[in-house]
């Protein structure tokens, strides 16, 4: 049981009268690849809402690392070790590409409010930061400003930047959404080879990166959690069929 | 207020390789202007141009436009104004503690204004000073309408008599100094790569673990600060501290000065206030002192129309497009 | 008499409201007066030229005082002459003091600068609170007006109006049933009207000036309470008279320094005057500066000097003596005390043309007008 | 009998009624606004100044041209609104999409030359207006005297907002001004045509501020800057409002009278301060105004 | 779904499909933003009825197209006849009336108006729009939410309304970009559906996508670009032997 790095209980989100996410009890094992999947409106956005506290659950707690964190504010909880990802990209558009991943390492360095030293100490960051641009293939742009970057420099960015604050967990919400094929097979790779370590939960429609890299899926629908189990199981589930996947299912992972 | 911010955060840096050389020359005009300019008048200007860095702080860096900074321009002056009165402090005393308490009604609008965004944040700060106007006309120390008179300038470090003007000068230019520094400082510190991460998408820093309202506190608080700084200074100068600088009239002309040197540049603001001073002085009397609301309507009016990215934005803009090489105008 | 001018010239500098609410009363025009002045002394003084240099003060007493430091400390300015808002005044005075130079008060009216903040280079010239109060509360409070409402201009000129009248109207047997104090520049004033008229006072008080008299005067007639009171504006300039429709103020008494069409010798002022600034009709601060700057002149023509103590001395020592200001001398204390005029503002059906306004009905003397010196005002 | 509390209670009937005046001036003034502001979010700085237009062209009517008042009333707000359109087509258009920063300026700028002219050419003590014979007089409501022209004020008040409200509410016009401020180039895409759309708004929003110049004239005098601190005011009222909401406009206008004329009763001093204390409670307690949907 | 589709059909018969008559023309089309040249010269043309996908990678210029035709870029030159008008030169608010229906990538949802509201918010550039009933029979997520504002929706849902948006006006040439971003599999195979219905009612559809999946087998024709040029044309017949040159093209 220790293995659970987050868990949720009973966690509840209405709005007016609208319970966008009803009961929830998320089981999250360590070191998993963690999918939510669902139909569109079930909640699943809202549930990372919750847990990042973007949004505060109307009832139920959650867990983290077995510390109640429900009343934690958002940005201690990125602290914490749980950081999210957005669902449309999320950079400093005006700023250097390592000038994004040195924002979010300073955050550790703990001169943030140091607003009387030059920020020449931020230069002792620069051979970290230019690591982790490398792991995600972004080294030669290093210095171009982010809003010049295509979409899918963009996301792997932002996974560098994130991955900068070096979290426990890490929350993505539908990375692969607007990419070409070969984009996604490459934010494929990247979420595979930063795994280690870390336990990633994910939303995700595009079922071939689902049944690639997820360990155990959660189902939502209207809020609540239809099934839970691995890619096999879930995807022969008949309710999920018909409430989510669709005949194309098989069809689409297949190709 | 996005757009703006980003289209105006091209900032004006002094050309890399002789950086110290330009410094350099402009303090040593600085040092010989009173041989040249009436003294008094750039005093006035100094305590504005120090008053509009400290608002485009705010404004330019955080991306939040304060409607209120009045309210700590004539917190600094009274208090400092009252304390020069009544306990006969020396004057560097006197200003910084006209400096703390506009910090700390900063720390006050601040805890209760943060939070909100765009016009509600302008429109809460500007109610929050409207109140503090209201303060300083009903309260009997301020003299009201009459305004707080007979400031003494006092003796510097008890020992230089400021009533010279000369040597008054080269105490507000150091106190100019001393302010335009913390905030050059403050702009390119590890505090200000977060407050410009926090313009440029507030979700995002939070997401990294940024409390940002601790950051955009904070960085109101050295606003105004600075902006209290400002006052005090002007109160010993003029030896008064009058409702002019308490109205919203007076956060409203910050504005004006920031947009017309360049909001977000580090020396817009200083160049803006030369402006408005300037032209305050030069229209005031005689004839054209009749058109001067109508010079100045035409001055901003085509300001918008014509350089938008405000004085010194404009020329960091065709420097970087002329001569990318000079440094002038990278991003910031 | 040997000239001895501190940079070859004397300068005079107006100092006023140009663009603002009391604009008429002074502004731009007082500094016609002061040009008629210099023209009528001759354009220049013991063979120096007199120049005269003006600037807008906003009615800001910050704006004031820097204008008046720039003018003493950098352009050789030796008198100060305009001055409207009280506050301004105080400020400029601070400065003018420490500086010796004289100030010529031609357009303010607080008391003060004759008593709490007397100075040797005071010279308070137009009209004060008291005279106004004298001239214009205590015939009405004989006369039977004997429970007084204030609608006083909310800053230390509306307060200090409303005291001195307080006080003529209690050591007269009347009494104050209540006042209201309205921030300065407030448009609507029904709220202020309807609490007059359920005051049951039989005279109402307007302690304010400028637009804010005309605004409130216009509100007492629109909601009847002129039917019902007396309306007594104590400060009235004859810009503000004639901004306002003959019936809503016709047949209301007030008290002021001059009026063109009084004589001969004012009406052909007017007249040039007239003809300087547009028909624009000349106020007693018009006059008042026209007046103080001929009688500083003949001072400095006297003295051989621009040395302020010294000519201030001459000025106090000699009579006043023109169309404006007769049977006048100016005190010791800086008070320039002559003949005030209790008028009686002429009905639609009584005026002629435009600038027919006012019809005399007393002549105050100045030492009734004003109040007596106090003697640590006294500077000999 | 007529006292409680020791408060003489005709006479808090008649500040009541007076504020309620009050506040119908106010709702028409923060109506032109909530439009222009609220809808367009364009911050037009030159409103106060568009009404003293207003108020200055019905005055110069009746003096040149000798056009009445009813003429005024209908004339004069259509001028000013042609204003406010060649205003937005030479001015405004071109930096739209700009931070709404620099639309602030710009207005200034217009408001301070329309302010500076009309001092330079009619001073500063004002000119003054009679009230139209047919509005003369009052009427003794037993506790107070109410000017014809009083309720009159009110009458076009609450009809022009009542009427405005609902065109905007109630069609599909207000949906699409809503609409065309956030993304006008999606919702040209649409069919609809924005920029003319957005010039007839703006030139509405500006001829209310005219109307409510002509309806001030009688009873304000009519001078250079009466415009210029009522301004600050209205852009409270419409932010309290809510941004967006032409009721919450409305409706705060008429509320704001009422409390003004309280606080002129209790404590005159207060009464130009108390909206302000009012949008900062509000503010601290509902974001987005009283009226305003949460972004 | 199956009421809607029914009530797609029911609509379908009194609208005769008229084939081979062309409703967009376009030649030698280029696009700029500001300074930067994006369509370098584009010539395609789509039928009455037909369905025509534009494909490639992403920045390829397809968006970008779609746009061009709306006149929503900063400049463009060229031609571009629709239903035989040439409309280079008209503003866009002219361009919807001749029956088309835009629905961006980015969605475009009012976040000032609700779900009723932005549904109903374009106007009926002909009068055989859906109806509103249909349209949340068709999405019932929608009609559940149609008091919400407009950005409360969960992303699949916003993208649903974008859609549902357009086919309310009575449009009859359809311009979509990436209208199966972010839907559930389930949904995805349903909008299949729907087109597919659309295209039998006789509606031409320019469709940009990513998702080759759910456009290979309800397209008539696609057009692959690259780097602002049109740089294949493949019909549905070859779509098959031409299956490896189109995934390398792809990147798939
Ligand atoms: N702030 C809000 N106010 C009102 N309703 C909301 C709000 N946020 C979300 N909802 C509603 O809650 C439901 C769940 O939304 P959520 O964004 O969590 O869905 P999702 O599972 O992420 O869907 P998708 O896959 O389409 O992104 C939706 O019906 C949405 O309309
Ligand atoms: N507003 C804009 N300003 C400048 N350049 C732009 C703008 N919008 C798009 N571009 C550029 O135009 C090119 C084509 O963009 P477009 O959006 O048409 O691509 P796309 O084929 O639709 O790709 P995607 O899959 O990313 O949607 C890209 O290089 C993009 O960076
Ligand atoms: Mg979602
Ligand atoms: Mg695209």
Known sequence: MTDLILQTRDLTREFKGFTAVDKVNLNVHRGDIHALIGPNGAGKTTVFNLLTKYLPPTTGSIYFNGEDITRVESSAIARKGMVRSFQISAVFPKLSVLDNVRIALQQQQGNSFHFWKSARVLEQLNERAEQLLDSVGLLEFARVTTQDLSYGRKRALEIATTLAL?????????????????????????????????????????????????????????????????????????????????????????A | MNTLVRSATAGLRLPLSQPHLGSALLLLAALLAPALIYPVFLMKFLCLALFACAFNLMLGFVGMLSFGHAAFLSTGGYVTGY???????????????????????????????????????????????????????????????????????????????????????????????????????????????????????????????????????????????????????KALVFELESLTDAHWHMSGEVVLMTLLGGMGTVFGPVVGAAILVAIATLFSGGELGNYIHIIMGFIFVTCVLAFRRGVVGEFGHFMHKNFPASGFGRPQ | SQASLSDDRVRLGVLA????????????????????????????????????????????????????????????????????????????????????????????????????????????????????????????????????????????????????????????????VGSAKAPLGTTDYSSFVLQA???????????????????????????GLSQQATMVGLLVFASDTRSIDADIIGNMRLTTGFYWDRDEATRVWSKRFMERTDGAVPTMAHAGAYSSTLHYLKAVAATGTDDGATVMKHMKANAPDDMFARHATLRADGRMAYDMYQVRVKTAAERS??????????????????AAMIPECDFK | MTTILGINVFALLGQLLVGLINGSFYALLALGLAIIFGLLRIINFAQGALYMLGAFLAWLGLQQLGLNYWLALVLVPLAVGAIGILMERTLIRPIAGQDHLYSLL??????????????????????????????????????????????????????????????????????????????????????????????????????????AGVLAAPVYSVSADMGANLLIVVFAIVVIGGMGSIGGAILTGLAMGVIEGLTKYFYPQASSTVIFMVMVLVLLFKPAGLFGKEA | MNTATAALQTHSQHTPHVAGDEKIRISDLHAFY????????????????????????????????????????????????????????????????????????????????????????????????????????????????????????????????????????????????????????????????????????????????????FAAPIADRHYVMEHGHIIEEVPQQQLHARQDQLNALLGV
């Open chain 4, 106 to 211: 710009l207005t200034f700028g217009v408001a301070l030359i329309l302010q500076g002219a009309f001092n330079h050419w009619f001073g500063s003590s004002g000119q003054s207006y009679p009230i139209p014979d047919a509005l003369k007089g009052g009427n003794n409501l037993g506790f107070m005297y109410l000017p014809t022209y009083r309720g009159w004020i009110i009458l076009v008040s609450l009809v022009v907002c009542l009427a405005t409200w609902w065109t905007i509410e109630k069609t599909r016009l207000g949906a699409y001004l809503r609409a065309g401020t956030e993304n006008p180039q999606l919702l040209q895409g649409f069919g609809v045509n924005v920029p003319v759309m957005i010039s007839l708004t703006f030139g509405f929003g500006v001829g209310l501020a005219g109307l």
């Open chain 1, 166 to 254: 070096d979290p426990d967990m890490l929350l993505l919400d539908e990375p692969t959404q607007g990419m070409g094929h070969e984009d996604v097979d490459r934010i494929a790779e990247l979420i595979l080879s930063i795994r280690h370590n870390r336990t990633i939960l994910m939303v995700e429609h595009n079922l071939q990166v689902v049944s690639r890299l997820a360990d155990r899926l959660t189902v939502l629908q209207r809020g609540a959690i239809l099934t839970e189990g691995d890619y096999a199981t879930v995807s022969a589930d008949p309710r999920v069929r018909e409430a989510y996947l669709g005949v194309a299912a098989d069809q689409e992972v297949a």
């Open chain 3, 17 to 176: 409201d140009m663009s603002g609410p009391y604009g008429d009363l002074c502004g731009k025009h007082c500094v016609e007066a002061v040009n008629m002045a210099v023209e009528d002394f001759g354009g220049q003084v013991l063979g120096q030229p007199i120049d005269v240099i003006s600037a807008d003060d906003q009615n800001k007493p910050d704006l004031g005082s820097a204008k008046a430091r720039e003018w003493i400390e950098s352009q050789g300015v030796d008198a100060i002459n305009g001055l409207v808002a009280s506050s301004v005044v105080g400020a400029v005075a601070q400065v003018a003091n420490s500086a010796e130079k004289p100030i010529l008060i031609s357009g303010a009216g607080s008391n003060t600068f004759t008593t709490k903040t007397c100075s040797p280079f005071n010279a308070h010239w137009t009209y004060d609170v008291v005279a106004l109060a004298r001239g214009t509360v205590s015939p009405l409070v004989k006369s039977g007006k004997k429970k007084w409402f204030f609608i006083t201009a909310d800053y230390a000129f509306g307060h200090a109006l409303e005291n001195v009248a307080t006080g003529i109207i209690e050591s007269n047997g009347g009494t104050v």
């Open chain 3, 197 to 223: 008229i359920s005051s049951g006072a039989d005279a109402v008080a307007l302690a304010n000036a400028g637009k804010d008299f005309v605004n409130s005067l216009k509100g007492a007639s629109e909601f």
């Open chain 2, 83 to 233: 304390l020069m009165i009544n306990s006969g402090i020396t004057p560097e005393l006197g200003v910084l503690a006209g400096t703390a308490a506009s910090a700390l009604l900063g720390f006050l609008f601040g805890k209760l204004s943060v939070k909100r965004e765009g016009i509600y944040f302008a429109m809460v700060t500007l109610a929050l000073s409207q109140l503090v106007f209201f303060f300083y006309l009903q309260a009997p120390f301020t003299g009201g309408e009459n305004g707080m008179q007979g400031i003494p300038r006092g003796h510097l470090f008890g020992l230089i008599d400021l009533s010279d003007n000369l040597a008054m000068y080269y105490f507000v230019l150091a106190v100019f100094l001393i302010g335009f520094g913390i905030i050059f400082r403050t702009i390119h510190s590890p505090f200000g790569q977060i407050l410009t991460a926090i313009r440029e998408n507030e979700p995002r820093a939070v997401s990294l673990g940024y409390n940002v309202r601790q950051y955009k506190l904070l960085a109101f608080v050295i606003s105004a600060a600075l902006a209290g700084m400002a006052g005090a200074t």
């Open chain 5, 34 to 213: 500001g300074e930067s040249h994006i369509l370098h010269g584009i010539d395609l043309y789509v039928n009455q009825g037909e369905l025509v996908t534009l494909l490639g990678r992403n920045g390829a210029g397809r968006s970008t197209t779609l746009k061009a035709i709306m006149n929503m870029v900063g400049r463009r030159t060229g031609s571009i006849m629709i239903n035989g008008r040439e409309t280079i030169d008209l503003p866009a608010h002219q361009i919807a009336w001749l029956g088309l229906g835009f629905c961006p990538e980015e969605r475009g949802i009012f976040a000032s108006l609700s779900v009723e509201e932005n549904l109903l918010l374009p106007p009926d550039v002909r009068s055989d729009g859906m109806p509103l009933e249909e349209i949340y029979q068709m999405f019932p997520n929608l009609a559940e939410r149609r008091n919400s504002q407009g950005t409360r929706l969960s992303g699949g849902e916003q993208q649903m309304l974008a859609l549902a948006r357009i086919m309310r006006t009575g449009a009859n040439i359809l311009l979509l970009d990436e209208i199966t971003e972010g839907l559930a599999p389930v949904i995805v195979q349903r909008l299949g559906e729907v087109l597919q219905q659309l295209k039998q009612r006789g509606l031409t559809i320019l469709l940009v996508e990513q998702n080759f999946h």
């Open chain 3, 353 to 370: 043309n435009r600038n027919d306004l006012y019809e005399i009905e007393n002549v105050i003397p100045g030492d009734q007008a004003y």
